[in-house]
């Protein structure tokens, strides 16, 4: 591992950890044990740090994915365990990340929400048809408006005055949604299928 890839590394653990607006780079130095001389070889200050990471998270949260669809039998299992690594990814996740980084670092949050919709929309529009064309998804279901509500559900989730991060932990705020995303596209194979794969199993009522 570089140099640079260990402090984005390292600081994508402090930022999930304390959020982003109350660390500072003296502090990032020191949980990193490095001097702040050493980390500004590498990035020209802290929103530059933030970009770094998120485009690192963007990154490996791809390299995953397309390896899930080189090795998924069928799209049911490419969306479970897409879904199971989004669910292990966001057991100490923080809600008021994506607040912090809309309000105090936009242009990571644009960086994100480009991603989201070319990259992930495209990608859960050709699982949904897939999905109908395999039987496991409703054949009167929209893919395309599907996607679509799917992309923008993060923006629900992540609404601090629906649900604030105080009282609301955005690992079960996602559980919820899968729960109640699945209920609403499965067909009975894909209810027989999801019964009977060991994915999921901790996120299933």
């Known amino acids: 591992m570089s140099q640079l890839d260990n402090i984005i590394s390292k600081s994508a653990e402090l930022f999930l950890r304390y959020g982003l607006k109350s660390l500072t780079m003296d502090e990032i130095a020191k949980q990193l044990g490095m001097s702040k001389k050493t980390i500004y070889q590498y990035v020209s200050n802290k929103s530059d740090l933030v970009h770094k990471v998120m ?14 669809q080189k090795t998924s039998k069928n799209a049911l299992e490419e969306n479970l365990r897409t879904m199971t690594f989004m669910c292990e990814d966001m057991q100490g996740f923080n809600g008021m990340i994506f607040f912090e980084l809309q309000k105090y670092y936009p242009e990571s ?3 994100f ?41 993060l923006d629900i989730l992540i609404d601090q005055q629906r649900f604030p991060s105080k009282k609301y932990h955005f690992y079960n705020l996602y559980k919820e949604f899968v729960n109640y995303h699945l209920g ?15 994915l999921l199993k901790s996120l299933m009522p």
């Open 55 to 68: 485009q690192a998270h963007l990154d490996n949260e791809d390299n995953f994915i397309k390896e899930v």
């Open 109 to 111: 949050f644009a960086l």
């Open 113 to 153: 929400n480009e991603h989201r919709e070319k990259v992930a929309l495209r990608r859960i529009l050709q699982n949904l048809k897939e999905g109908i064309k395999e039987g496991f998804y409703r054949k009167d279901m929209d893919a395309d408006i599907m996607s679509r509500i799917l992309v923008s559900s």
């Open 184 to 198: 609403g596209i499965l067909t009975p194979k894909g209810v027989k299928y999801l019964e009977e794969s060991k």
